[in-house]
């Protein structure tokens, strides 16, 4: 059963004097434990249908729907991580992770143990009265990652969360993401740039083009490389043929667009 929907969804951005129809008719659904990639150029759209599910935008048209409900009568928690960390300097890192249930007057000593406990997770312990300057960009990308999953929400929308890292914290933080996502059976979306961060992820991978946006093609991950950890995947003898797949139809929805 699809726990979200996305039907013929449109978005039209508006100026004064103009539009642009940034998403034509996208239409997509995610099981719940599903981990699913939107891969595609710049100005495809991505970042635009996270925001479109987050709540952070309405849709031109189209309906939007989280676990069989409109997403504007859903009560269920929605974690968003983005490129950069966002932590406040002037908080401690637990301040940091507590932040919205802090804002929702929620924290209490039960919610304090267990973002220690997911601190110690993503190898961040004895950390928690340090402040955000005292670590290194992976490390705060760790501390945004437990503030994200502080809340437990149901889905999780992760806009180019590794993107900004050196290659070698990054292939480590895919393999730690990946583990917790699994671990806690999280629902993921994620937008990148990356062909090879999608298939080391995801269950499927959704291309699209741009100008309007628009989903090209899908494609499954093979079950193989699923069950594998993201820096395994990529020395599976499977891996570069769905790369080749990917790529080819990446490169004809862009040179489509020019």
Known sequence: MSFLTLEHVTHHYFSKD????????????????????LLGPSGCGKSTILSIVSGI???????VLLDNKPMIESELAIGY??????????????????????????????LKEKALEL???????NVEKQYPSSLSGGMRQRV????????????LLLDEPFSALDYQTKLKLEDLVYKLLHAYHKTAILVTHDIGEAIA????????????????????????????????????????????????????SETQTV
């Open 18 to 37: 103009d539009f642009k129809k940034a998403l034509d008719d996208i239409s997509f659904s995610v099981k719940e434990g599903e981990f699913v990639s």
């Open 144 to 155: 945004a990652l437990v503030r994200t999953l502080i809340t437990d929400p149901k889905i």
């Open 119 to 125: 601190l110690r997770e993503v190898g961040l312990q």
């Open 201 to 252: 992820m995801s269950d499927r991978i959704i291309v699209m083009s741009a100008n309007p946006g628009r989903i090209s093609k899908t494609f499954e991950v093979p079950l193989e490389l699923r069950n594998e950890m993201p820096f395994l995947v990529r020395k599976h003898p499977k891996y570069q043929s769905i790369f080749d797949k990917v790529w080819e139809e990446l490169n004809k």
């Open 81 to 110: 991580m983005l490129q950069q960390d966002y932590l406040f300097p002037w908080k401690t890192i637990l301040d940091n992770v507590l932040l919205g249930p802090t804002i929702q007057d929620n924290v209490n000593e039960e």
């Open 57 to 63: 935008m309405n849709q031109t048209s189209g309906r």
